[in-house]
């Protein structure tokens, strides 16, 4: 307001932070952040998690501080509730725009309007001849661009000092972002309104900032002046992370083979990542993006064939053959960089209800989920995925959910009904991890309609209820579910319109999570008291360890035992990433095995990428990693004939690691410890990693075990976090299991120190 900005001294600094922390439990999301803005605009960049959205929900009080000072214009802004640091004269744009669909462009502003500050709604349309245009459009029927200068309009129109932008240009296409830069370019120009800008986009943050803040795991690691920034690639790829792709040749599959394929394809054929666009001569421009983990499944490493994994060219394969031309894709291959954290649940649950689908197949299929839903009191929100092109009446249409597309809506509605349907399930996945008060998510489908749905279900955290009426649900659904706890439903007959079967089916799925949606409202706060969860992995060969932890431990942890099966190790790491764990004792880390051997039981390739992104703290051992699990004898691959068995039962076969093998996991897995930043201790039991490795026992082969311990002490990066520890004894072994749990109190001890400093 006026008599406001008189107050203000013109010396004075706008925004001062000191020493900011934040927690989502025991997620430590801000780690002392340091940062000031003394006018004009400023840039924060930085890659996904690490901290920036929440720094914006900081400042406007919507998370609150642990330790440190918000100051604006010198006013303390930490204990104050978000209406009055609302009227203190910060205006806040979050992310994903959040307009209300059924409004228009005017009654948004009519809404917004102080009345008698600087900005008004005559001066917004003249600022925004766009917005004038499309005054009596609905928000729904806005453009992605469109609908971020209604955003930033509407908040103009609280007279900020302050403007708060939290990635005004995500998910809009090239033409777009530049719209949206020239609009900040001019406010920042005008000097009306100081801006704190918070970008992935390089190139609109150097453009429109003075000074551009690198945010790095919870902290602002450096301020550079923009201009640096933007002339040094070197720079930026050191301090970001970035390298250059193009995505303009992506290889979509026909729609049939879309619908045909199960949900793990569809979530993992084509990689997803945030982009970046750098300032570079328009000659030359190209999408920059950063790259999360490869998700190679068991099937890729058998195509590459046993004597293929990570040997160098002067190296000889486990068939004596010369392996230069074999080894070449694994000598070249890059280096990994995993994605980031899934949203806790604390942070992320809710009262409302999703229901989604094709509404444009589905319509009346998905209205009668939803008013079932809705006649039980829950809020209830519908989002349609639908690529035809035809209008929506959800409440999300599809356009809005194209937007969050990496290439925009452009990528999404590109009139091939295969790219179409595949595209939108990865908008689908990246809207879905930008949305919060989630009470529970439910769809109705066939099988390509489960398959675009299903992946963006397991981006949520466990714990939200999630219901799935398929007609598939009546097969093998591992595919579809993943790690996750989505509830399948057989629908009976097709989803194709309704009648006495499919009414009562649907009804039910419906009846049924709005039911788990009470339940777990009503449950929120009951468990404040529970005892931290620990995470055990453990095999048939490891049981009498992980027995003698639990027993020494089930006082002080909730104690979740993994079988490590595949998706045992999956669900583990997804609890991980879902911030449902405390610690984790991963003693059988054998998926390895499978996964770079062709086992039943594989890891994906993003095994520990859970541990490496959310900082838990991490005891690990080398657990079974002698053994490789196939079917029946008969399954067992012809190149592996010669080899040491063990007929587990006639349908599981287990086969002896070789000394080459082991020392290819080891490298595998040391290059994965050094990514992890949080408290770690590596056990390794010198005496045998799993009952048939005791002496006397059939797999009991020392050189083959010091071939996997010694890759890894090799490799292993010692820091005052991170420790590694050879033990003489065998994996099942008191003594070991005693170093385990003292490892397990070293860390706690030290955390233990750490809190209690902090307070």
């Keep these: 307001m006026p008599d406001r900005r008189r107050s203000r001294k013109p010396s004075d600094t706008v925004l001062q932070i000191r020493d900011l922390h934040v927690f989502y439990g025991s997620s430590h999301a801000l780690q002392g952040v340091d940062f000031t803005l003394e006018h004009g605009v400023q840039a924060i960049v930085g890659r996904n998690g690490m901290g920036k959205t929440t720094l914006c929900n900081a400042i406007m009080g919507l998370v609150p501080a642990s330790r440190g000072s918000i100051r604006f214009h ?55 001849p766009r917005l004038a245009e499309r005054k009596n459009n609905g928000g729904g029927q806005l453009s992605g ?68 803040a690198i945010m790095v795991n919870g902290r602002v690691n450096r301020v550079l002046p923009a201009d640096q920034l933007a002339n040094d690639r070197t720079l930026q790829e050191r301090l970001l992370g970035v390298g250059r792709h193009s995505h303009e040749d992506a290889d979509f599959p026909s729609f049939d083979e879309v619908a045909a394929a199960p949900a793990s394809e569809i979530d993992e054929a084509e990689v997803s990542s945030d982009v970046v666009s750098l300032p570079v001569q328009e000659s030359e421009r190209k999408a920059v993006h950063y790259i999360p983990p490869t998700r190679w499944s068991s099937a890729a ?30 000598d070249i291959k890059p280096e990994p960089i995993y994605a980031e954290a899934l949203t806790p649940l604390a942070q992320l649950r809710g009262q409302e209800v999703l229901v989604v689908g094709t509404f444009d197949t589905k319509g009346a299929e998905l209205r009668y989920i939803r008013d079932r839903i809705a006649s039980q009191g829950l809020r209830v929100r519908t989002v349609d995925l639908s690529t035809s092109g035809k209008p929506s009446s959800a409440d999300v249409p599809p356009h809005m959910i194209a937007t969050y597309h990496r290439g925009g809506a452009s990528a ?11 595209a939108m399930a990865k908008a689908f996945e990246a809207w879905i991890q930008r949305q919060q008060g989630i009470g529970g998510i439910i769809s109705a489908a066939g099988s390509g309609g489960t398959a675009l749905v299903t992946p963006a279900m397991r981006r949520l955290p466990i714990g939200i209820p999630k219901v799935m009426i398929s007609t598939v649900a009546s097969g093998d659904v591992g595919n579809y579910v993943g790690p996750s706890d989505i509830m399948m439903m057989y629908s009976v007959t097709d989803v194709q319109g309704l009648n006495r079967i499919s009414k009562q089916v649907l009804a039910n799925g419906a009846n049924a999570l709005a039911g788990m949606v009470k339940q777990s409202q009503t449950e929120q706060g009951e468990h404040n008291h529970d005892l931290p969860g620990l995470s055990l ?40 990433d879902s911030g449902m764990l405390s610690a984790a004792v991963d003693l059988t880390t054998t998926e390895i095995c499978d996964m770079m051997m062709g086992g039943v039981f594989a890891a994906d390739e993003d095994r520990f990428g859970a541990f490496i992104r959310t900082r838990i ?56 410890l050094n990514k992890m930043e949080g408290p770690v201790r590596f056990l390794i039991p010198e005496g045998g990693v799993s009952a048939l490795d005791a002496p006397g026992q059939p797999f009991h082969d020392p050189e083959a075990d010091r071939a996997l311990f010694d890759a890894i002490t090799r490799g292993f990066k010692e820091t005052g976090n991170r420790r590694l520890l050879r033990l003489p004894q065998n994996i099942n072994d008191p003594a070991f299991t005693d170093a385990v749990i003292a490892a397990l109190a070293e860390i706690d001890s030290y955390l233990g120190r750490e809190r209690h400093a902090a307070l």
């Design 74 to 128: 010198g006013d303390e802004l930490t204990k104050l509730p978000p209406h009055r640091i609302a009227t203190h004269g910060i205006g806040y744009t979050p992310q994903g725009r959040r307009l209300w669909p059924s409004l228009t462009v005017d009654e948004h502003m009519r809404l917004s309007d102080r009345g008698g500050s600087t900005w008004t709604v005559e001066r917004v349309y003249d600022t925004f």
């Design 145 to 212: 661009g469109e609908q971020q200068m209604v955003a930033i309009a509407r908040a103009l129109l609280q007279d900020p000092e302050l403007l708060v932008l939290d990635e005004p240009t995500e998910g809009l296409a090239p033409v777009i972002v530049q719209q949206v830069e020239d609009m900040l370019a001019q406010l920042a120009e005008e000097g009306d309104v100081s801006i704190l800008l918070i970008e992935q986009n390089i190139g609109v943050a150097t453009a429109i900032a003075e000074n551009v």
């Design 301 to 330: 490493w058998k195509e590459r064939g046993d004597d293929r994994l990570v040997e160098s060219p002067n190296q000889t394969s486990a068939k004596g053959k010369d392996s230069t031309a074999t080894s070449r894709p694994f």
């Design 412 to 422: 999404v509605f590109t009139g091939d009904r295969g790219a179409s349907v595949r």
């Design 537 to 576: 992995t453990m095999f048939g060969v490891t049981t009498t360890a992980v027995s003698q932890i639990t027993a020494q431990l089930k006082d002080h942890y909730d104690c979740l035992v993994f079988h490590a099966t595949g998706v045992g190790g999956r669900s583990m790491e997804k609890l991980v």
């Design 617 to 672: 703290p991490y005891v690990g051992s080398v657990g079974a990693l002698d053994m490789v699990n196939f079917g029946a004898p008969e399954t067992v691959p012809q190149k592996y004939q010669g080899r040491t068995f063990v007929e587990h039962n006639p349908q599981v076969t287990l086969m002896r690691t070789t000394a080459d093998e082991n020392r290819r996991m080891g490298e595998w897995i040391v290059e994965r």
